[in-house]
């Protein structure tokens, strides 16, 4: 089974990255933060996949984590940018290079206090089923 690890991340970037009501949001959408950006914005966090092959169809499910950053005092900025993401990911199509039968859903999420007191930090994870290609 080829792992969809960097295709699925490929995919999900080029989603949020082409969401123009996220992108009026945040400062961008980073794998790696560049020094000089500015809060708000989100990043691509880990990808866990597990084998889930059906009859004859070899199969994944996998669980993409993203995080929120924020330096709004409160978490509404964050939970904005929260629900701007699960508009363009929760439930919607998704293309994954060498995988049909594509489909995503919001699976849970974490408000969290950054030890630094300045900074609201959202992690949510959306379950992700793919059937190769």
Known sequence: MTAALWPLQQAV?????????????????????PEAASHPYVTLGSVTETVDDAHNQRGLEAAVVLHVWSKYRGFKEAATILAALDAALDRQPLTVAGFTDVSIAHQQHTELRDPDPDIRHINVSYR????KA
């Open 13 to 33: 970037y080029a989603k949020l990255t082409g969401n123009a009501p996220l992108m009026a949001l945040v400062s961008g959408v980073y794998d790696e933060v």
């Open 128 to 131: 992700v089923w793919l059937t």
